[in-house]
């Protein structure tokens, strides 16, 4: 049974890091497209960054390239959220999916994908 299941949400200072993981199983991350995607209260989800390591492609959002950083384990068939300079429109859940045909462009813009995670909260405040 395919499952992708986030961690490593909660409660940041503005300005701090954070890296969110999402453990895959039932399937290998290596052969999918993978992404990281956020919603916030009242507001549409948003594509983060999206990676196939097949294709050896990698998208960002533009306004969070930089801040933000994708990667993936594959020994632990984990990927990884690497977070910096959190700002407190930061705030959201945050969401991985996985797609094994779409490119990352197509995961990352129309935000569709086959699978999902159940989420992780993150907030940012002080």
């Known amino acids: 049974q395919l499952q992708l299941v986030e961690s490593g949400g909660g409660l940041v200072q503005p300005g701090g890091s954070l890296r969110l993981s999402c453990a895959a199983s039932?399937?290998?991350?290596?052969?999918?497209?993978v992404g990281w995607f956020r919603q916030a209260p009242g507001k549409e989800r948003e594509g983060i960054s999206c990676?196939?390591?097949?294709?050896?492609?990698?998208y960002y959002e533009d306004s969070l390239k930089g801040r933000f950083t994708i990667s993936i384990n594959n020994a632990k068939n984990t990927v990884y959220l690497q977070m910096s300079s959190l700002k407190p429109e930061d705030t959201a859940d945050y969401y991985c999916?996985?797609?094994?045909?779409?490119?990352?462009?197509?995961?990352?813009?129309?935000?569709?994908?086959?699978?999902w995670g159940q989420g992780t909260q993150v907030t940012v405040s002080s």
């Open positions: 999916a996985a797609d094994p045909t779409v490119s990352v462009h197509s995961m990352c813009i129309t935000k569709h994908a086959k699978y």
């Open positions: 039932g399937f290998t991350l290596d052969d999918y497209t």
């Open positions: 990676i196939s390591q097949r294709h050896g492609m990698t």
